[in-house]
């Protein structure tokens, strides 16, 4: 994995550039949350939730160099993670669907808990699907949603983040909202 | 929304932001106004903004949960595809299963000599800790051999030092599955098959503590085959303890599934074979009737705590009943189930333990017994254990009688009430209700058993008429049900009292909405019967949303008050007495605004607050408080009543705290004469102020009668308990420690081991009481002169408490103290002293310097240091001592005197003359002065400044003092006691040097007879005797006497 000063590299050498060119630094971050995550999880055994806010602050208190990096740097990089994350979590429900999906045959140790899972994993693909139509129809809604839900930022984050107000940040909030509740929940979509 | 465009999409927004900021009511004519010529853009809104109003806590929390969840164990090696993989001699073939232990992979061992399908399980959470204890088990776990049990073959760890064990693999379905296609009777006996392999593991001293349908598979030959035997226990964190790490593995998914988890396995408490019974009561329940006994809202350890722990689970008939919608088909099923099946799994899965199947065979039995069409013991036992629990704690008879009569004139009246509707008519019905409830609360004790279950039943009779009676009346339904649940709450039937509380609420809620008035008695009554329960957490929101309703609407007063008073009970049961104090204030000024005041409520709140102010430790306020309740109360019921003898006993509780120990003393017996009286012969109240009396007594040193009465009060306890129970191991306790005070250590030793061991059975290892215990019978021993096991049992007392009270606790501070006055015994100075200045450190820190457990610390201290002749050191201690006395204590209490004595016997040693006999002087002085002195204590202080003034060649002036300190002992504790002893020996003294020779043989020998016979806790004072007696016959010119007592 690419190491603090390569990553405050990347992240510096792309101000101004378009999204596109994010890939590498998209990757490098990609990784280190996850490693990140795990190594939280395998240390509290009982740690049955992850705080992914205190996640992606401490990604960036560790992958990036505070001395050279500037407040546009560090919205960025919260723009980058919360897509980051918002990945991890998609892709590892893929898989999870994929294995259970697999299945098995004789003898299945299913219990109450585990069923919990497998709808969370369906949750989150179906999120992020939602997602995509949204983000076809404004895009900013859709990055609100990243940011807040996935990247765990606050309204002032996010808004800083997006170099919007927070009364437009609790707006689009609200629509998105209303649009991806409409677009998972309601049967007779139209 | 598949069909938005951008365009049509930034038109909605533009719409939707405008509705938002509108207030609902409005936003329809907005939507006609800018809309009416676009329906879809229309319905586009609606959906959106409906979405809104339900959305309101979708994606209210960031992913943090499903990150967990999905993010945990997922990339690690068992989550991977390991088909093919190899482990050990095992090669994996393909996955076939997965839970939240782990994964289960169907392998081959094949290491080149014989080829065997196995089931490898790798455990998916941390393995730091189970390698050794997989050793040690794995032995046991490989000798169960039985056909209904797969075989545990290998175990170990993984490369990756993941855990994994390898089972005999079973091709089958699960027994529930199974069961789906057998009659009722074919799945009862399968059922058997699974209890004849869990009762050969118990006898093999093995529980399974995991047992569920995925655990037990029924093979293609229609055997079973139970699975993952003792593999919990193994897999159980030692040092996990809260509820989460007991229901949750690392992986965020349930370690026990929570429908078949016990009461005590999520709280933690000790698994026994009592948690497998429960687990098989499960078990049949969802053989039999599908369904599991339990919903659950959330898959929460908080939520399955909840329900687990303290809902009722369904009648397993009810439950096929409710399920099913083609009545007419499942019925005969429902009707099978009703009645022995039902009882027989709800016994099964009681939340006590104890109340449960002794043993799986006893479950078992029953089940043949009623395949056999042999009455079962369950139904028998219920009756008699629900019967017995009534009559023990209701003797009520014709009581009971009279007011079901009441009860159920009581109902006509209140329906035509309640179709007056009228304000005043619903006044009526309110008095109706006071009325018939408080007849039962001073219903008449003492009939024959017979008719109190008739009444019982008719109560049950008249609960259920309700129900099935009144549906078309629901308020009168809910009313009634109210009515009902008080009366139950009166008769201590809080479950049955709870279930009518909880149906009335719900209804009253229905059909008032939640902000009613009644809604609010709803919610308070309840929360009285949770509070009697010990929920106390519920109690306090049931009573906090009572009090908001009410406080919100124009409620009197009185109710208002009274339910601030029933709120700070349950503030008060929670220990937080400062809150419950400001509330029963808040209470009293409202009722003394009252006109007229009503006297019965407001001497309930008196007497409340006066117990809560007694906790404070404000004793003269408590005792001012409790005396005007007292005097209400007498004016109201007359001087015989179970409220007077109430307030009585608080008001003597208080007086004791106060060291009034005469006049408590007297309130006790008045009290207990009222409750002797009252409740007949014997009663729990009864009980309790013969223990309290007991204790004043034995402040007082009236030790035998305290022994009469204690040995009363625990024989009572005996008849009304039972044979084991907490309240009587500390009966027991209390009797050891009046009898040691007398100086009967032996049958204190044996009563304390009682103690000790019940507490221990019933407890639990690990409790603060069994502590109190190991301590209390380490004191006895120490007395006794078996230093070694003392300091043993002071030891293992100390590192209990410090395990589970902390390191920092009173009683850890009480633990040190204890033993560093055994090493002091011991000999062992150093580190007495280390001890103790521990003890005085931890509780200047938990107490504040001035505090009397701090001057009693010092006074300890110094007392070591007195005995290595660090004099000096230990005079400044006594001063400190004496300062916090002074300050916290005042001048004319035992303690500052007792220090005033201490200081002077410090003085004589260092020869300070003038010093020694003014602080002995003012003590003496002191203790004449007080009217409340013990005698024993006035005592000391004259025998020590009588051997001063014998040191000083004063024959004359101390003749008297050691004269009366003898005398003195000798009234109190009669002829055989250490301090009587210790007198003789300083009289002897004197006596040799007045050369009064046969009277110093006289209280000498004596003195000597009982130290030799004494245990050698008092070994110095017997070689102090021997001493002294032979100086007298050298002095006597009797040399050949003084050999007989030769060192």
Request: net charge negative.
């Amino acid at each position: 994995m690419p190491d603090q000063v390569e990553i405050t590299q990347m992240l510096l050498s792309l101000r101004g550039k378009p999204q596109t060119e994010h890939n590498a630094l998209f990757a490098a971050i990609y990784d280190h949350l996850s490693a990140i995550a795990h190594q939280q999880l395998n240390r509290r055994r009982s740690g049955q939730t992850l705080d992914t806010a205190a996640l992606v602050h401490e990604a960036y208190l560790k992958l990036i160099d505070q001395k050279q990096s500037e407040w546009q740097d560090r919205n960025h990089f919260f723009s980058v993670a919360a897509l980051a994350m918002r990945h991890i979590l998609v892709d590892h429900a893929r898989r999870r669907k994929a294995l259970k999906r697999g299945g098995n045959v004789e003898h299945t140790i299913l219990d109450e808990g585990v069923i919990d899972v497998e709808n969370r994993a369906s949750e989150i693909v179906a999120l992020d699907q939602a997602l995509h139509q949204l983000a076809g129809l404004n895009e900013r809604l859709s990055k609100v949603v990243e940011l807040r839900f996935f990247g765990g930022l606050s309204v002032e984050e996010t808004a800083g983040v997006l170099d919007v107000s927070a009364r437009t940040v609790k707006r689009d909030w609200r629509m998105a909202r209303a649009f991806l509740y409409s677009t998972l929940y309601d049967e007779g979509s139209t | 929304m598949s069909t938005l465009t951008p365009e049509r999409w930034q038109e909605i927004e533009v719409l939707f932001n405008e509705l938002m900021d509108l207030d609902p009511p409005h936003r329809d004519a907005f939507l006609e106004a800018r809309c009416h010529d676009d329906p879809s853009l229309r319905a586009q809104l609606q959906r959106l903004l409906d979405a809104d109003a339900d959305a309101s806590a979708f994606l209210g929390e960031p992913a943090d949960a499903y990150a967990a969840q999905l993010l945990i164990n997922d990339d690690t090696p068992s989550e991977a595809n390991l088909e093919g993989r190899r482990i050990g001699p095992y090669r994996l073939e393909k996955e076939i299963g997965r839970g939240g232990m782990g994964t289960v992979y169907l392998a081959v061992r094949d290491d080149g000599q014989f080829q065997q399908k196995v089931a490898l399980k790798l455990i998916g959470v941390g393995a730091h800790h189970l390698r050794e204890r997989f050793l040690q088990e794995r032995q046991i776990l490989a000798r169960l051999q039985h056909e209904g049990i797969a075989r545990l073959l290998d175990g170990g760890l993984t490369e990756d030092a993941q855990p994994f064990f390898v089972m005999e693999y079973i091709e089958g379905k699960t027994v529930t599955a199974y069961a789906t296609s057998l009659s009722l009777d074919e799945r009862l006996r399968l059922f058997l098959q699974v209890c004849d392999a869990v009762q050969y593991a118990h006898r093999n001293l093995v529980v399974h503590r995991d047992l569920k349908p995925s655990n037990i598979l029924v093979a293609t030959n229609g055997k079973v085959k139970l699975l993952d035997f003792g593999i919990a226990k193994l897999l159980e964190d030692p040092v996990a303890s809260t509820i989460e790490t007991r229901l949750l593995t690392g992986t965020g998914q349930m370690l026990m599934t929570p429908s078949y988890a016990s009461p005590e396995q999520v709280l933690g408490e000790a698994i026994t074979t009592a948690t497998d019974v429960y687990a098989l009561g499960v078990l049949l329940f969802e053989m039999l009737t599908g369904e599991r006994p339990y919903h659950f809202d959330r898959i929460t350890p908080l939520e399955v705590a909840r329900v687990v722990c303290e809902e009722a689970p369904t009648r397993p008939s009810s439950m096929v009943r409710n399920h099913t919608d083609s009545t007419e088909k499942t019925h005969p099923l429902a009707k099978r189930l009703k009645g022995d099946l039902d009882t027989i799994i709800l016994k099964a899965m009681r939340k006590e333990p104890a109340r449960r199947y002794g043993s799986v065979e006893a479950f078992a039995e029953d089940i043949r017994r009623y395949l056999g069409g042999l009455p079962v013991q369950a139904r028998d036992d219920t009756l008699r254990y629900r019967s017995a629990k009534f009559i023990r704690r209701h003797r009520f008879g014709t009581g009971a009688a009279i007011l079901v009569i009441l009860l159920l004139v009581g109902f006509g009246i209140l329906m035509t009430v309640q179709q007056a509707q009228t304000a005043r008519e619903a006044q009526k019905a309110e008095s109706v209700k006071d009325f018939l409830v408080s007849v039962f609360s001073v219903s008449d004790p003492g009939e024959s058993l017979g008719e109190e279950v008739t009444a019982r039943q008719l109560l049950e009779a008249g609960a259920e008429r309700i129900e099935s009676e009144m549906q078309d009346q629901p308020a009168v339904q809910a009313e009634l049900m109210q009515v009902m649940g008080v009366v139950y709450k009166q008769l201590g039937l809080y479950d049955n009292a709870r279930s009518l509380l909880e149906q009335s609420l719900e209804a009253l809620v229905q059909h008032e909405g939640p902000q009613h008035p009644d809604v609010a008695v709803a919610h308070a009554e309840l929360g009285l019967v949770l509070q009697l329960q010990g929920h106390y957490d519920e109690a306090e929101q049931h009573l906090r949303t009572a009090l908001a309703i009410e406080q919100a609407s124009s409620t009197d007063d009185l109710s208002l008050a009274m339910t601030l008073n029933d709120l700070a009970l349950v503030l008060s049961s929670k220990g937080q007495f400062d809150t419950a104090e400001a509330l029963y204030r808040e209470a009293l000024t409202l009722q003394r605004s009252l006109s007229p005041i009503n006297e019965s409520k407001l001497s309930s709140t008196l007497n409340n607050l006066g117990v809560t102010l007694e906790r404070n430790r404000a004793f003269a306020e408590a005792e001012q408080v409790l005396r005007e309740a007292l005097t209400i109360r007498k004016s109201l019921h007359g001087d015989t009543h179970p409220d007077v003898a109430l307030t009585l006993d608080n008001l003597a509780s208080v007086l004791n705290r106060q060291g009034n120990y005469d006049e408590a003393e007297a309130q006790y017996r008045e009290a207990l004469a009222i409750s002797r009286t009252v409740y007949g012969e014997q009663h729990p109240n009864i009980s309790i102020t013969l223990d309290n009396l007991a204790t004043v007594l034995k402040r007082k040193g009236a030790y035998d009668e305290a022994a009469v009465l204690y040995r009363e009060a625990l024989t009572m306890d005996y008849e009304v308990l039972g044979e084991e129970h907490p309240i009587i191991a500390t009966s027991l306790s209390n009797l050891a420690w009046v009898l040691a005070l007398k100086g009967d250590y032996d049958e204190a030793e044996s009563l304390h081991r009682q103690a000790l061991a019940m507490d221990q059975k019933l407890l639990g290892e690990e409790h603060p009481d069994v502590a109190i215990d190991l301590r209390s019978l380490a004191w006895v021993l120490e007395r006794k002169g078996a230093y070694d096991e003392a300091e043993t049992l002071y030891r293992a007392s100390l590192e209990l408490n410090q395990r589970v009270l902390g390191e920092e606790h009173p009683r850890v501070s009480v633990n040190l103290s204890n033993l560093a006055s055994l090493l002091e015994r011991k000999g062992a100075y150093d580190e007495a002293e280390a001890l103790h200045r521990q003890a005085l450190a931890m509780d200047r820190k938990l107490l504040g310097n001035a505090h009397s457990d701090v001057a009693l610390d010092l006074t300890y201290l110094a007392s070591v240091l007195e005995k290595q002749g660090r004099l000096e050191e230990a005079k400044q201690l006594h001063l400190e001592a004496l300062g916090i006395e002074r300050e916290v204590l005042g001048e004319d209490h035992p303690f500052y005197i007792t220090s005033l004595h201490n200081l002077g016997r410090v003085a004589h040693q260092q020869g300070d003359v003038a010093e020694a006999e003014r602080l002995l002087q003012q003590a003496l002085a002191q203790w004449n002065a007080s009217p409340d002195t013990d005698p024993a204590d006035l005592a000391l202080t004259e025998q020590s400044l009588g051997s001063f003034y014998l040191d000083q060649g004063r024959l004359d002036t101390a003749e008297p003092l050691l004269e009366n300190a003898l005398a003195r002992y000798e009234e109190k504790y009669g002829t055989s006691h250490p301090s009587i002893a210790e007198a003789q020996l300083a009289l002897g003294l004197l006596r040799i040097h007045q050369q009064r020779f046969a009277d110093a043989e006289n209280v000498l020998l004596a003195s000597h007879t009982f130290f030799a016979a004494a245990p050698a806790w008092h070994a110095a004072s017997l070689s102090q005797s021997k001493e002294a007696l032979r100086d007298l016959y050298q002095q006597w010119g009797k040399p050949a006497q003084a050999l007989r007592f030769a060192p």
